[in-house]
């Protein structure tokens, strides 16, 4: 597929999980893809170098997201490689300290949010002069912000609430330039996000929670966030998509 020739898209935290399988997809439907990645280079240049093998084109940025000026640092590296943006894909984001809320420490919230809330908002600010008309942004929230099943981790969910705040009203603000904002709401994913977690009766109870009993892939995410970058979606914006495999009904 070549449904994106001629695209460039950025995906943060491109390097692993649910941001390589994104980064990977959209390579293989035409676009160049900028791979964002805050510390394992190693990562970011393998997928690169599996977009490349598929005959797409790509190549890394690298940010430290979480930090002063980490915006201005990520967009000064991709200036640098690339002119102009067709798709943000806002995906890098950490699940942090897993405590209920009489355990969260200061710090740690401080963090989650200066990643997961922070980073991509101004991430987007300083992408905007750069994004082209009729492009697309998606953000990478949680089932997490539409239910309560897992309390032990209120502070990622809350910074991802944001995400979903910052989709609506940009969808509003720049619909006159053709430009679409949605969010993406995965589930459990099984990346290494999760390592050491998705064994024996807490992988079953979390593929349980799915009427189709499994957990989630990073392809079932990806192919989700192709269909919003690609012009099949021109018609949707502002949306807030759930794909946690019916986790929620």
Do not use: C
């Amino acid at each position: 597929m070549t449904t994106l020739a001629g695209k460039t898209a950025l995906v943060t935290g491109g390097s692993r999980g649910i941001g390589r399988a994104i980064a990977q997809r959209l390579g293989r439907d035409g676009a160049h893809v900028a791979v964002h990645y805050g510390s394992n280079e190693a990562a970011a240049k393998e997928t690169v170098s599996a977009i490349e093998a598929a005959g797409g084109q790509a190549f890394t940025v690298h940010a430290q997201l979480g930090v002063p000026e980490d915006a201005e640092t990520l967009w000064a590296a991709f200036d640098a490689q690339a002119d102009g943006l067709d798709i943000l894909v806002n995906n890098a984001g950490i699940l942090g300290e897993q405590a209920e809320i009489q355990d969260v420490s200061g710090s740690d919230f401080d963090h989650a949010f200066s990643v997961n809330t922070r980073a991509p908002f101004f991430i987007t600010q300083h992408g905007l002069r750069r994004l082209r008309d009729g492009g697309r942004i998606i953000n990478i929230s949680t089932m997490l912000t539409r239910g309560s099943a897992m309390p032990r981790s209120i502070t990622y969910a809350m910074s991802k609430g944001a995400l979903d705040v910052l989709t609506a009203m940009l969808a509003k603000q720049l619909g006159p330039r053709g430009i679409t904002v949605n969010t993406v709401a995965p589930g459990v994913i099984d990346t290494d996000m999760h390592q050491g977690r998705l064994v024996g009766d807490a992988l079953a109870w979390l593929s349980s929670l799915s009427p189709m009993d499994r957990i989630g892939t990073p392809e079932d995410v990806a192919d989700t966030v192709a269909f919003l970058a690609s012009g099949d979606s021109r018609w949707v914006t502002g949306q807030w998509i759930d794909t946690s495999g019916g986790t929620l009904l």
